[in-house]
């Protein structure tokens, strides 16, 4: 019988070939013929598969060439009294030089050329797998790798050797011992690879395997850019999802879940949970997951914000439509919240009516206020009656790697750096902090890293992270700054690079490329944060 290799492998190549194949098997049945012989020859001899070549074409010389074990080129073959074609033919001989078949190659007059030798298979084989823009390679019994395309010694020279070889020899070995197909797959943070392997057997003996791998990788990139972009563009917007929330813990997990099922209410929710734990960004997830997507949403602080509060507290809220986020509720006078209080009653009774959503949050414990004397007690129970609490990183610290991960692809954006993993001290010291802002600490703290690493570093080190520093500042030399500015660590960290940078440039006169270098910037970064800071 024909080599099954050649039937699966060169086929589809036949088939697009200007030339008619005609193959037949040692006994001169045919076993393949492509569209052009069949265009070719098919109105005077009608090509069947699995019928003898002379019962369709009685002056074939096909067995000729079996008995011969010799090569035919560019004989005249007649197909009428006016036309006719030019046929060559060829042995196909197996590796004990024994006779398996014969190939027929039909050419139109005006086609005339040298066809392929003895090894003409081979060649078009070889040239399918060099071509080929998928990495292909040809392994025997042994494992030892026959044939490969450049896209295959390519692939391999860029991949962790040890571990890419081990995957590949244990797809192999699935196929020698199961004798079918296997795939398996490589999925780390640079690649994304489907390693497939199919078995060559010939009468019955395993000869080797087909392997080709398949490099998603760039796929995958696209898409996580793509989320990436999308959940940034979402930020900026205002416009957060549920999914753009970062977890593992069953803590968050549960508050989420809460939040889903209020959030198809339009009952006044209560979101409580220390500064940094997301507050916001669940208030705003809430207004887009629930009818009131398509209105406005406005964010109101009681001292940034005092005309629209005022507003809003003296029954002019009839004009918005949407949803209201009051914030800190706590920073209200008492005078304030006997208004809210009011408000909250009558809102109670037109809930399903009214066209406003109202969302309040806190970050100090209402408890604690309601000791002091500064906050009203049936206010308190209003509130409470549907709340959600948003917990802080200390009780959640599995979420803090997944977070700071996400974190570090925003600002390898912001800075043209490549700071792919974190290692597991650094990990750890993360883990260990105690935040006092909690998530926005946690991004403050790795935006000071990436400015204290190195150009060429692609992992986060404990070294790069200064935590006793920042507490030490943030409680000696910057407290009162935050009391009266109410800046956030973030704010702090940048006015601190800002100096830094100034400080640098007028050290080095103003040499940009210099101060770069210096503290270990690319130029484009350096130049990003000059625009940032106004220091060009």
């Known amino acids: 019988m024909i080599d099954r290799t050649i039937q699966t492998t060169s086929y589809a190549l036949f088939d697009e070939m200007k030339e008619g194949i005609i193959l037949v098997d040692n006994r001169g049945v045919i076993c393949y013929f492509n569209k052009s012989a069949e265009r070719m020859i098919q109105e005077q001899y009608p090509l069947q598969i699995d019928q003898h070549i002379l019962s369709i074409i009685p002056t074939s010389g096909m067995m000729r060439v079996l008995h011969t074990k010799r090569k035919e080129e560019q004989k005249i073959f007649a197909i009428s009294d006016k ?11 197996n590796t004990g030089n024994q006779v ?20 003409n298979i081979q060649v078009l084989l070889t040239l399918v ?43 192999r070995e699935e196929v020698f011992r199961t004798r079918r197909d296997a795939e398996i797959s490589l999925n780390s943070d640079s690649h994304c690879l489907v390693i497939k392997s199919t078995p060559i057997i010939v009468d019955g003996i395993l000869k080797g395997c087909l392997q080709s791998i398949n490099n998603n990788t760039e796929i995958i990139h696209l898409k996580r850019e793509l989320q990436q972009t999308k ?54 997830t809430i207004h887009n997951w629930s009818g009131n997507k398509f209105h406005l949403f406005k964010r109101i602080h009681p001292k940034r914000n005092r005309e629209q509060l005022i507003k809003l507290l003296n029954k002019n809220s009839g004009n918005y439509k949407g949803t209201v ?19 909250v009653k009558e809102y109670a009774k037109v809930e399903k009516q009214s066209s406003l959503r109202l969302i309040v949050s806190s970050t100090i414990k209402l408890e604690k206020a309601l000791m002091a004397g500064v906050f009203l007690e049936e206010l308190y129970d209003e509130l409470m009656k549907s709340h959600i609490y948003l917990p802080p990183l200390s009780e959640r610290k599995e979420d803090i790697y997944p977070l700071a991960k996400h974190f570090l692809l925003e600002l390898n954006k912001e800075s043209g750096r490549w700071i792919k993993e974190i290692e597991l001290d650094a990990q750890k010291v993360l883990e260990a902090y105690s935040y ?34 920042m507490n030490k500042k943030s409680k000696m030399d910057v407290q009162d700054e935050m009391d009266e500015d109410n800046q956030t660590l973030s704010e702090l960290i940048e006015k601190y690079e800002k100096v830094i940078i100034e400080k640098t440039l007028r050290k080095l006169d103003g040499n940009k490329t210099l101060t770069a270098k210096t503290l270990g910037l690319s130029v484009r970064n350096l130049y990003y944060k000059l625009d940032k800071y106004d220091l060009n």
Not at 325 to 343: A, F, G, H
Request: hydrophobic share 45%; proline share 1%; with cysteine.
């Open 436 to 469: 006092s802002t909690n998530v926005q600490e946690l991004k403050a703290i790795l935006q000071l890293a990436v400015i204290r690493a190195k150009e060429e570093d692609t992992i986060l080190k404990s070294e790069h992270l200064v935590l006793s520093q």
């Open 129 to 171: 797998l060099q071509n080929s823009a998928e990495a292909f390679a040809v392994v025997d019994e042994l494992g030892h790798i026959i044939m490969q395309n450049p896209s295959y010694k390519e692939l391999l020279s860029v991949l962790d050797q040890q571990r890419a070889r081990k995957l590949i020899a244990q797809n």
């Open 231 to 284: 959940s940034i563009i979402r930020g900026l917007e205002h416009s957060y999802q549920f999914e753009d929330f970062i977890y593992q813990s069953s803590s968050m997990k549960f508050a989420l879940e809460q939040a889903k099922l209020i959030g198809a209410s339009k009952r006044v929710l209560f979101i409580r949970g220390e500064e940094g734990t997301g507050k916001f960004m669940l208030a705003n």
């Open 83 to 93: 036309d006719y074609l030019l046929i060559s033919r060829y042995p196909l001989k």
């Open 325 to 343: 986020y009051l914030e800190n509720v706590t920073c209200l006078s008492i005078e304030e919240q006997t208004l809210l209080l009011e408000m």
């Open 100 to 119: 398996i078949g014969a190939v027929a190659v039909l050419q139109e007059a005006n086609q005339k050329r040298q066809w392929l030798d003895d090894n």
